[in-house]
């Protein structure tokens, strides 16, 4: 196995090829996921995620990661379970209470509650700490995009809740909007998404001590190489408190690394 990813870009992208914008079938995403694992960027790529409702149609042996609501009864391939707590709007309490014991009969599973960013944020991650403080392999998630405009935070709101999980030494993992490498507008729909290299420059950022202002001046950014030269001298180290996300689109994210120089494509003999 080639050793072109770095450790700060280990198991950064999860292959979320089924879900949309890619939306491709189980029958094309298992092989193309398989033909991941064999590249020469396969430490980059974490597990393919499922809808929990297809679970039952991927092969024995494939490791998935679950979205949605579990079942009580989890196969062995599973290696990770996503799930909503609560809408947005709602108070995420009651829904991290209800997944703590099926937590705790699961522990072997990593588990990522997805907490929406809007009323009882800062209490919800209270609780997700306390869930981990007792040593159970749990973290937060959290929407970072969408098909409207208000699914997508602000660099300001990105950058509090980065600093939140820093302070209660959470980690976190992000879905949605993070097709490329740096901060940009879609063309089709005009939505300004986040770059997935300014999240990792302001993580890095903020474990160093920085404030959300710092932060969200990185996650505002629009240059591409300057955000390189951030995280290149830090490439050889684990990357702390962001676990990664999930991309329906792998290529993208390692085209875009390759192009500012963060992984090297091996040649061809």
Same mark, same amino acid.
């Given at each position: 196995?080639?050793?072109?990813?770095?450790?700060?870009?280990?198991?950064?992208?999860?292959?979320?090829?089924?879900?949309?914008?890619?939306?491709?079938?189980?029958?094309?995403?298992?092989?193309?996921? $398989?033909?991941?694992?064999?590249?020469?960027?396969?430490? *980059?790529?974490?597990?393919?995620?499922?809808?929990?409702?297809?679970? $039952?149609?991927?092969?024995?042996?494939?490791?998935?990661?679950?979205?949605?609501?579990?079942?009580?009864?989890?196969?062995?391939?599973?290696?990770?379970?996503?799930?909503?707590?609560?809408?947005?709007?709602?108070?995420?309490?009651?829904?991290?209470?209800?997944?703590?014991?099926?937590?705790?009969?699961?522990?072997?599973?990593?588990?990522?509650?997805?907490?929406?960013?809007?009323?009882?944020?800062?209490?919800?991650?209270? /609780?997700?700490?306390?869930?981990?403080?007792?040593?159970?392999?749990?973290?937060?998630?959290?929407?970072?995009?969408?098909?409207?405009? $208000?699914?997508?935070?602000?660099?300001?709101?990105?950058?509090?809740?980065?600093?939140?999980?820093?302070?209660?030494?959470?980690?976190?993992?992000?879905?949605?909007?993070? #097709? #490329? /490498?740096?901060?940009?507008?879609? /063309? $089709?729909?005009?939505?300004?998404? #986040?770059?997935?290299?300014?999240?990792?420059?302001?993580?890095?950022?903020?474990?160093? +001590?920085?404030?959300?202002?710092?932060?969200?001046?990185?996650?505002? +950014?629009?240059?591409?190489?300057? %955000?390189?030269?951030?995280?290149?001298?830090? *490439?050889?180290?684990?990357?702390?408190?962001?676990?990664?996300?999930?991309?329906?689109?792998?290529?993208?994210?390692?085209?875009? %690394?390759?192009?500012?120089?963060?992984?090297?494509?091996?040649?061809?003999?």
């Amino acid at each position: 196995m080639s050793n072109a990813v770095p450790p700060l870009l280990t198991t950064l992208v999860d292959d979320a090829a089924v879900f949309p914008p890619g939306s491709a079938t189980l029958a094309d995403a298992i092989p193309a996921h $398989e033909a991941h694992r064999q590249s020469w960027y396969a430490q *980059l790529i974490g597990p393919l995620l499922v809808p929990v409702a297809d679970r $039952e149609a991927v092969p024995p042996g494939t490791a998935i990661g679950l979205i949605g609501e579990p079942p009580p009864d989890l196969a062995p391939s599973v290696r990770q379970v996503e799930c909503p707590v609560a809408k947005r709007g709602e108070d995420p309490l009651p829904g991290i209470e209800r997944m703590a014991p099926l937590i705790r009969k699961n522990g072997m599973l990593q588990w990522y509650l997805e907490v929406p960013l809007a009323w009882g944020l800062m209490t919800g991650l209270d /609780a997700i700490a306390a869930l981990r403080g007792d040593g159970l392999p749990v973290a937060a998630k959290f929407r970072t995009g969408g098909l409207a405009a $208000e699914l997508f935070p602000t660099p300001v709101e990105l950058a509090a809740v980065i600093c939140a999980c820093r302070d209660r030494d959470l980690p976190f993992k992000l879905t949605a909007g993070l #097709h #490329h /490498a740096v901060r940009h507008t879609d /063309a $089709e729909t005009g939505l300004v998404h #986040h770059g997935f290299l300014n999240i990792l420059a302001a993580v890095l950022a903020a474990v160093d +001590s920085a404030e959300p202002g710092d932060l969200a001046l990185l996650l505002a +950014s629009t240059e591409g190489h300057p %955000l390189a030269d951030l995280v290149r001298p830090q *490439l050889h180290r684990e990357r702390p408190l962001w676990v990664g996300f999930g991309s329906c689109s792998v290529q993208d994210p390692v085209g875009d %690394l390759v192009t500012l120089g963060l992984l090297d494509r091996p040649v061809a003999a």
